[in-house]
C-alpha cells in the first residue's frame, strides 16, 4: 500500500527544537521530490520546505528559512524535518507529501495523516 | 511570492446542486494548478492538477478550468461526501503556494 507515516510532533516550549519524520511505503521514494506542509489550527495550508528526489536542492518558506531544516535517507525511505528555535506560530499539524515530480514545482500526489505540533510555554 | 485568492471563502449548497469554486493568482501561473479537498481532521485529497485533468480515481463530477491568473473547481451535481474545504495551489516555481480555501456546507 502506498503511504507516508509522520512521527515525532509533540508539545514544545518556545525555542525548543523538534524532529519529524516521514515513513514512506509502497513506491519508489528515492524517485520523488518530498514537501512538509503545514496547517494550524482552523487555517489554511501553508507549505513549509521541500527537498528533491536526490536530496541535493532544498527550499524552505521565508517563514522557516534558517530555523528549519529538511533532509530524507533514501536508503532508510525516510524524510526528517529539523526544526530548531520553535515559535507559537509555529504550532499546526504537519503534513509531509509526496510531489508528483523528481524536482520541487508540483502538485502533491500523496498526504500522510499529520503529526501535531504544539509549542507553548 | 505568488498570492493565491480564493471565492467565496464560504458557500451553502444542496446535494444535486452545480458548485463553482474561483481560484485568483497573482501573476499568471500558466495551468500550474492543483486542486484539493480536504474533510475535518484528514488530510487534504488531489482532485485535479494542471488546471483541468482529474487525478485518477476521482469522480467526473468534480471539473477544472482555466489558465493564466482566473481558474474554476465545478462541481456537477453536488454528492454528501463533496462537503469539504476545497483549495487551490500553484507551483509554478519552488514555493508552492495555496489559496486560503472555501469551505462548501450544506445548505
Known amino acids: 500500500e502506498v503511504e507516508l507515516l509522520e512521527s515525532g510532533g509533540g508539545l514544545v516550549q518556545p525555542g525548543g527544537s523538534l524532529r519529524l519524520s516521514c515513513a514512506a511505503s509502497?513506491?519508489?521514494?528515492?524517485?520523488?521530490?518530498m514537501s512538509w506542509v503545514r496547517q494550524a489550527p482552523g487555517k489554511g495550508l501553508e507549505w513549509v520546505s521541500a527537498?528533491?528526489?536526490?536530496?541535493?536542492?532544498?527550499y524552505y518558506a521565508d517563514s522557516v528559512k534558517g530555523r528549519f531544516t529538511i533532509s530524507r535517507d533514501n536508503s532508510k525511505i525516510t524524510l526528517y524535518l529539523q526544526m530548531n528555535t520553535l515559535r507559537a506560530e509555529d504550532t499546526a499539524i504537519y503534513y509531509c507529501?509526496?510531489?508528483?515530480?523528481?524536482?520541487?514545482?508540483?502538485?502533491?500526489?500523496?498526504w500522510g495523516q499529520g503529526t501535531q505540533v504544539t509549542v507553548s510555554s | 511570492d505568488i498570492q493565491m485568492t480564493q471565492s467565496p471563502s464560504t458557500l451553502s449548497a444542496s446535494v444535486g446542486d452545480r458548485v463553482t469554486i474561483s481560484c485568483r493568482a497573482s501573476?499568471?501561473?500558466?495551468?500550474?494548478l492543483a486542486w484539493y479537498q480536504q474533510k475535518p481532521g484528514k488530510a487534504p485529497k488531489l482532485l485535479i492538477y494542471?488546471?483541468?485533468s482529474l487525478e485518477s480515481g476521482v469522480p467526473s463530477r468534480f471539473s477544472g478550468s482555466g489558465s493564466e491568473t482566473e481558474f474554476t473547481l465545478t462541481i456537477s451535481g453536488l454528492q454528501p461526501d463533496d462537503f469539504a474545504t476545497y483549495y487551490c495551489?500553484?507551483?509554478?516555481?519552488?514555493?508552492?503556494?495555496f489559496g486560503q480555501g472555501t469551505k462548501v456546507e450544506i445548505k
Open positions: 507529501a509526496k510531489d508528483s515530480g523528481d524536482t520541487p514545482s508540483n502538485y502533491f500526489l500523496l
Open positions: 509502497g513506491f519508489t521514494f528515492s524517485s520523488y521530490a
Open positions: 527537498i528533491s528526489a536526490s536530496g541535493g536542492g532544498t
Open positions: 501573476q499568471t501561473i500558466s495551468s500550474w
Open positions: 494542471d488546471a483541468s
Open positions: 495551489q500553484q507551483y509554478i516555481g519552488n514555493l508552492g503556494t
